[in-house]
């Protein structure tokens, strides 16, 4: 191996040591919720994020279209996003995905999945 070789598997290894230290302290990052990132505002199952309804929202029983819709939400509604899940293909406020969240209502404990894509954090 070369000398320049062995100082870029140094770094690469610092590096990943340096990432599962911070993961593992829990250290987030200032810019953003605990759980969710700036771009996709992904979530885990940790706790409770609050979020905004971009454009009338269903929730439904399960993370599909084909699911029953359990509860509406209006465009500007405030949500409390507790989990994320891939499932059914749909277009929603502008796009077409697969990511869904887990949401509730916050009014009357309706919890359902609604398009990730309809959900802003950080607003």
């Known amino acids: 191996m070369t000398q320049k070789f062995k100082k870029r598997i140094g770094i690469a290894v610092a590096a990943a040591a340096l990432a599962s230290a911070t993961a593992a302290s829990g250290i987030a990052s200032a810019n953003a919720p605990s759980l969710a990132t700036a771009r996709h505002g992904q979530v885990g199952k940790q706790e409770t994020i609050h979020g905004k309804v971009l454009e009338e929202l269903k929730m439904r029983k399960m993370p599909d279209k084909s699911f029953p819709v359990v509860g509406l939400l209006g465009k500007g509604a405030h949500v409390y996003v507790d989990d994320r899940s891939t499932g059914g293909w749909y277009t929603a406020c ?24 309809c959900v802003k954090f950080n607003y």
């Open 94 to 117: 502008g796009h077409r995905d697969n990511r869904w969240y887990h949401a509730n209502n916050g009014w009357d404990n309706t919890w359902g999945w609604v398009a990730a894509t």
